[in-house]
T-cell receptor
Framework: GAVVSQHPSWVICKSGTSVKIECRSL??????MFWYRQFPKQSLMLMAT?????????EQGVEKDKFLINHASLTLSTLTVTSAHPEDSSFYIC???????????????FGPGTRLLVL | GENVEQHPSTLSVQEGDSAVIKCTYS??????FPWYKQELGKRPQLIID?????GEKKDQRIAVTLNKTAKHFSLHITETQPEDSAVYFC??????????????FGSGTQLTVLP
């Protein structure tokens, strides 16, 4: 399958600081990238959808000024958690959708996730 | 919007037995139904998917069935092995003109295969 990388894999930060998470599609161009949040023993909750070069579309209840998304290219999207608080502690997973080499239909692949702990 | 319900939330089977996980969806316009396997602390991995023009799809020990009339789809794992133990998520999505396909996930099923 296609490869989606995410960096960092885990981060611990103090309350009030900002954290940037990078998501890259390594072997295909992602027409769309998604950011999810997953709390322990819960399902994946979509936070926002972004297309290269355009503003992200945020899901209801997700603050766009707090979770800044930049989809700089067809292979890179970043999520910045601004002024992080303990309740932002979670597992953040990105996902990239596109046509993988040899594929005839778009498929969605997930990054390995970033575990964020805000103290 | 789309709503996906998944059952059961936990499932324990003996090694070698079959496991079945069921999902229902609400939006009849949904046309793509992937299944993901997620091991603890790791990324969801696509294991099989089915599109609305197909009623059944099989890949070795894994099969998925889709009933569009009833708006439900199921994952079947035969000859289960301990390494099948994980959380499984179903999802449904719609591709609307001019917008990106978005996945709506079920709540997950913790499958435990007992040796």
């Amino acid at each position: 399958g296609a490869v989606v990388s995410q960096h960092p894999s885990w981060v611990i930060c103090k309350s009030g600081t900002s954290v940037k998470i990078e998501c890259r599609s390594l072997d295909f161009q992602a027409t769309t990238m998604f950011w999810y949040r997953q709390f322990p023993k819960q399902s994946l909750m979509l936070m926002a959808t972004s297309n290269e070069g355009s503003k992200a579309t945020y899901e209801q209840g997700v603050e766009k000024d707090k979770f800044l998304i930049n989809h700089a290219s067809l292979t890179l999207s970043t999520l910045t958690v601004t002024s992080a608080h303990p309740e932002d502690s979670s597992f953040y997973i990105c996902s990239a959708r596109g046509f993988v080499a040899g594929g005839i239909q778009e498929t969605q692949y997930f990054g390995p996730g970033t575990r964020l702990l805000v103290l | 919007g789309e709503n996906v319900e998944q059952h059961p939330s936990t499932l324990s089977v003996q090694e070698g037995d079959s496991a079945v996980i069921k999902c229902t969806y609400s939006d009849s316009a949904s046309n793509y139904f992937p299944w993901y396997k997620q091991e603890l602390g790791k990324r969801p991995q696509l294991i099989i998917d089915i599109r609305s023009n197909v009623g059944e799809k099989k890949d070795q020990r894994i099969a998925v069935t889709l009933n569009k009339t009833a708006k439900h789809f199921s994952l079947h794992i035969t000859e289960t092995q301990p390494e099948d133990s994980a959380v499984y998520f179903c999802a449904a999505s719609i591709k609307s003109p001019g917008s990106a396909r978005q996945l709506t996930f079920g709540s997950g099923t913790q499958l435990t295969v007992l040796p």
